[in-house]
């Protein structure tokens, strides 16, 4: 019985390390430029919304787009084109 239970936990272990391996390579692909630019007209338009300064607009947005690309599991970026 602790052969199966030690096995068990070993397997266990194993698909869990596989898991998070396979969720890792997810996290760190680049978005696809049409999503970049898809988020970056929907936070000029949230920034308009919130009366943003034109010397605030391109931070904001930039934070904007790199809160959404996180969620979705993307890498962020470092520029966007407004």
Same mark, same amino acid.
């Given at each position: 019985?602790?052969?199966?239970? &030690?096995? %068990?936990?070993?397997?266990? %272990? %194993?698909?869990?390390?596989?898991?998070? &391996?396979?969720? =890792? =390579?997810?996290?760190? /692909?680049? %978005?696809?430029?049409?999503?970049? &630019? *898809?988020?970056?007209?929907?936070?000029?338009?949230?920034?308009? $919304? $919130? *009366?943003?300064?034109? $010397?605030?607009?391109? /931070?904001?947005?930039? /934070?904007?787009?790199?809160?959404?690309?996180?969620?979705?599991?993307?890498?962020?970026?470092?520029?966007? $084109?407004?």
């Amino acid at each position: 019985m602790k052969l199966f239970s &030690a096995l %068990a936990s070993f397997v266990l %272990a %194993a698909t869990l390390t596989s898991i998070s &391996a396979v969720a =890792d =390579d997810v996290q760190q /692909q680049s %978005a696809p430029a049409s999503l970049i &630019a *898809e988020l970056t007209q929907m936070c000029v338009e949230w920034a308009q $919304d $919130d *009366e943003v300064a034109t $010397d605030a607009l391109r /931070q904001y947005v930039l /934070q904007c787009v790199n809160e959404e690309l996180t969620a979705s599991g993307y890498l962020t970026v470092t520029e966007v $084109d407004i």
